[in-house]
Nanobody
Framework: QVQLVESGGGMVHAGGSLRLSCAAS????????MAWFRQAAGKGREFVAQ????????YYIDSVKGRFTISRDNAKNTVYLQMNSLKPEDTGVYYC??????????WGQGTQVTVSS
């Protein structure tokens, strides 16, 4: 089992920046990928970005490309999401998730990001 704890959410004006962190503990040797998802009020959970634990390949949804950057620190078992040029539509609860060889099966508790116009 992998435990994930997010931090770094908050409230910013449009155009501002935030950096989210997600610290993993437990069976971290089993992690193949980590990702960020988000969920806006009244909507379903949406994939945002993913990073392979080995090699560091990254993937993003189109709406955040060029604005968000996912990175990792293997020594600290931590993944980050640097969010720049934030827009009101980026508002939501951001969740960190990890996967082994299958689906994302470990989730953090979420951290709120609010972007005001």
């Amino acid at each position: 089992q992998v435990q994930l704890v997010e931090s770094g959410g908050g409230m910013v004006h449009a155009g501002g920046s935030l950096r989210l962190s997600c610290a993993a503990s437990g069976r971290t040797f089993s992690i193949a990928s980590m990702a960020w998802f988000r969920q806006a009020a009244g909507k379903g959970r949406e994939f945002v970005a993913q990073i392979r634990w080995s090699g560091g390949s990254t993937y993003y949804i189109d709406s955040v490309k060029g604005r968000f950057t996912i990175s990792r620190d293997n020594a600290k078992n931590t993944v980050y999401l640097q969010m720049n040029s934030l827009k009101p539509e980026d508002t939501g609860v951001y969740y960190c998730a990890s996967s082994g060889l299958g689906t994302f099966d470990s989730w953090g508790q979420g951290t709120q990001v609010t972007v005001s116009s």
